[in-house]
């Protein structure tokens, strides 16, 4: 089986613990790939979650398994654990078989530049971790959660490849884009008073690639349902992709060059992006526009 080689790969969010991980996806993922390194952004088993209700299939043990073999085959695997495994966060310094447990890191790329890598719930100013809970209430989004799985079930039975579908929702809620420019504004305040190049995190569940006053603003996204990792190719360039049935690039960053998604998620969905983008102009993306290709 032929491998993508990358230098290194960021991944968050997993969730594993949760019916809402896409562990299959992630595990396909993780065997159709090869990293020097590989970040483990945080959230990657939901201990929050296991303490309400106890869940663990196997193919959740599987990914932790094939994480620790991942290390033993020689790939530095760095684990920055998030608010949902915050417990872990105690093993700071120690190792879980040959994977080194870390508050944050600073990456070095391969074309000299150096962002800060953590969770970034720090930068939650509602502490909740899913901002548009604030405005949609648990319960929705649990039943926003649910529909998703159903209608991407339905997509599966057809033969259709997956569709985050949540998304779309959340991109159009007003509100909640406005708190995830927020978010994403005091991450990149962080990396520019940290002297850095920029940021990556994850947390918020969604995949980003922006720059904000200078310095960049990297989200690797979710396992939950938008399937987004981040990886770095060998000569430093950065890339969001998508990784489903449809595996596809979303933005993408080098010293040279600079192309961001204004929505980049919204890819994801196979809609007319242009027309959206023409749309959220007008709204709001057009009222906290420091967004690079829209300007
Ligand atoms: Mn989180």
Not at 119 to 148: M, T, V
Not at 167 to 173: A, D, F
Not at 178 to 207: K, S
Request: aromatic share 10%; charged share 25%; glycine share 8%.
């Amino acid at each position: 089986m032929s491998r993508l080689r990358f230098r290194s790969i960021f991944i968050s969010d997993i969730h594993l613990g949760t019916v809402d991980c896409k562990s299959a996806y992630l595990m396909d993922f993780l065997r159709h790939t090869e990293a020097q390194q590989l970040y483990l952004v945080g959230d990657i088993i939901d201990l929050e979650a296991l303490e309400k209700r106890p869940y663990w299939p196997v193919e959740h043990g599987a990914v932790l398994a094939e994480f620790l073999a991942i290390a033993a085959r020689g790939t530095q695997v760095t684990y920055i654990p998030g608010n949902h495994d915050a417990p872990m966060r105690g093993l700071c310094g120690q190792k879980i078989g040959a994977i080194d447990v870390r508050l944050n890191a600073i990456h070095h790329t391969a074309d000299g530049r150096r962002f800060r890598v953590c969770h970034g719930d720090e930068f939650d100013q509602s502490g909740i971790g899913k901002p548009w809970l604030i405005h949609l209430g648990e319960d929705a989004y649990r039943l926003l959660c649910w529909i998703n799985r159903r209608f991407n079930a339905w997509r599966k039975y057809f033969k259709l490849p997956y569709l985050p579908l949540s998304i779309i929702t959340k991109s159009r809620i007003g509100r909640a884009l406005n708190y995830i420019r927020q978010y994403e504004q005091l991450a990149a305040d962080a990396a520019r008073e940290a002297g850095v190049d920029g940021l990556i995190c994850g947390h918020i569940h969604f995949g980003s690639m922006r720059e904000v006053d200078g310095v960049l603003y990297l989200n690797d996204g979710d396992w939950v349902e938008h399937c987004t990792a981040l990886v770095e190719h060998f000569d430093g360039t950065l890339e969001l992709i998508h990784w489903s049935e449809r595996r596809g690039s979303l933005a993408r960053t080098s010293r040279s060059e600079f192309v961001p998604l204004p929505a980049a998620a919204m890819a994801l969905a196979g809609l007319d992006l242009g027309a959206l983008i023409a749309q959220q102009n007008e709204s709001n993306f057009a009222a906290h526009g420091s967004e690079k290709a829209a300007a």
